[in-house]
């Protein structure tokens, strides 16, 4: 995070908490910052200023407001439709589709499709996935929590 990196900067900003499109203006298609310091910077903060807008130059602003956009959808909305069919086209062996297209299509409460599609996905948050993903970050964290000897995995669920 920038305030983080640049944290001596964060601490005498005034603007501190304002939103990016608080802090500057758009004039003739060009951002222009407009910082309020609590103080004169001193020359190590001014080099870490130019640090910073050397970093956030590279993401060009524009005038226009934030916003969410589907990308599996033509319209840019997000419809119910097209996670659906995002969920079940994933390209995997047709035996395992048909039974991924089995398992959405059932009668079984929501949690317990959610749960088979995971693990037929092998996307169960065990010790080895969540260490994939970061969330972990040593390796022996990967080992079975009840016994300790072996790596977690699904199959042991299955």
């Given at each position: 995070m920038l305030k983080h990196r640049y944290h001596s900067l964060f601490q005498?900003?005034?603007?501190?908490l304002e939103l990016v499109g608080n802090m500057g203006l758009m004039e003739h298609g060009q951002w222009l910052?407009?910082?309020?310091?609590?103080r004169e910077l001193s020359v190590a903060e001014f080099d870490l200023l130019r640090d910073?807008?050397?970093v956030v130059t590279q993401f060009p602003?524009?005038?226009?407001?934030d916003s969410w956009v589907w990308t599996l959808d033509p319209t840019g909305?997000?419809?119910?439709?097209?996670?659906y069919l995002a969920i079940t086209c994933v390209e995997a062996a047709?035996?395992?589709?048909?039974?991924?297209?089995?398992?959405?299509?059932?009668?079984?409460?929501s949690k317990v499709i959610v749960f088979s599609w995971q693990l037929?996905?092998?996307?169960?948050?065990?010790?080895p996935n969540l260490l994939r993903r970061r969330v972990f970050r040593e390796a022996s964290l990967s080992?079975?929590?009840?016994c300790g000897d072996f790596v977690e995995s699904v199959d042991a669920i299955s």
């Amino acid at each position: 995070m920038l305030k983080h990196r640049y944290h001596s900067l964060f601490q005498v900003s005034e603007q501190c908490l304002e939103l990016v499109g608080n802090m500057g203006l758009m004039e003739h298609g060009q951002w222009l910052w407009d910082f309020r310091w609590k103080r004169e910077l001193s020359v190590a903060e001014f080099d870490l200023l130019r640090d910073l807008l050397l970093v956030v130059t590279q993401f060009p602003l524009s005038g226009m407001e934030d916003s969410w956009v589907w990308t599996l959808d033509p319209t840019g909305n997000y419809l119910v439709k097209s996670g659906y069919l995002a969920i079940t086209c994933v390209e995997a062996a047709p035996e395992q589709n048909s039974l991924l297209t089995r398992v959405w299509k059932s009668w079984a409460p929501s949690k317990v499709i959610v749960f088979s599609w995971q693990l037929l996905q092998d996307r169960v948050p065990t010790r080895p996935n969540l260490l994939r993903r970061r969330v972990f970050r040593e390796a022996s964290l990967s080992f079975c929590a009840l016994c300790g000897d072996f790596v977690e995995s699904v199959d042991a669920i299955s």
